[in-house]
Structure formats: structure tokens, C-alpha cells
């Protein structure tokens, strides 16, 4: 099973840009399938993007769609959220996960990151 561990949060002002970091431990990264989820105060958290095992396939929720881009690089074993354009309403925690092989709930998650955006 890995390990997740999330970095690249921060303060932007809107329209700004950031990306995040997703670091998996162990040998089985490629194995997983990776999503980007995140929470803000008051609100349950929410499904922003995934990546499948292969890389081939990635989901993202309409509201970042056009602006967040999910990727992996599994010589690396870390996925990456890039985040451009960023809202005042994309302030959250944002958690990084995985599932085996593509299959059923996330069931290994990250501390979180906090992404804070000013207006």
C-alpha cells in the first residue's frame, strides 16, 4: 500500500497559479489510481480530479474544468494538480488520494494541503 504525502499549498491572489504536489511511498505507485479532492470550512469535501493507473484517462469536476490539470509521473511516483486561474471559492484543504487498479473507494489519503486564494 503507499504512502501519500501532499505539498505546494499556499496564499494567491485570484487569477493566480499553483501546483500540487502528491509524493507516494512504496513500489506499487503505478498500480494506483489517483484523485485530488478538497474541503473548505463548513463544507463537505468534494471531488476535484482523478487519473487513472495508466495515465490514460483523467475526470475532473466542472467547476475546476478548463483551469486544474491532473498528471502523474510515476518515475517520480507524485501527481500533480496544476492549478491556474484560482478563485476565492477554490480556498480549501486539498487532500490527495489513491485507490488499487482504479477499483472501488479511495481508501489511502493525505494529510492535506491548505490552498488559500485572496480577492
Known amino acids: 500500500q503507499v504512502q501519500l504525502a501532499e505539498s505546494g499549498g499556499g496564499l494567491v491572489q485570484a487569477g493566480g497559479s499553483l501546483r500540487l504536489s502528491c509524493a507516494a511511498s512504496?513500489?506499487?505507485?503505478?498500480?494506483?489510481?489517483y484523485g485530488w479532492f478538497r474541503q473548505a470550512p463548513g463544507k463537505e469535501r468534494e471531488f476535484v480530479a482523478r487519473?487513472?493507473?495508466?495515465?490514460?484517462?483523467?475526470v475532473y469536476a466542472d467547476s475546476v474544468k478548463g483551469r486544474f490539470t491532473i498528471s502523474r509521473d510515476n518515475a517520480k511516483n507524485t501527481v500533480y494538480l496544476q492549478m491556474n486561474n484560482l478563485k476565492p471559492e477554490d480556498t480549501a484543504v486539498y487532500f490527495c488520494?489513491?485507490?488499487?487498479?482504479?477499483?472501488?473507494?479511495?481508501?489511502?489519503w493525505g494529510q492535506g494541503t491548505q490552498v488559500t486564494v485572496s480577492s
Open positions: 487519473i487513472t493507473s495508466s495515465g490514460g484517462i483523467t
Open positions: 488520494a489513491a485507490r488499487h487498479r482504479d477499483l472501488g473507494q479511495y481508501d489511502v
Open positions: 512504496g513500489r506499487t505507485f503505478s498500480a494506483y489510481g
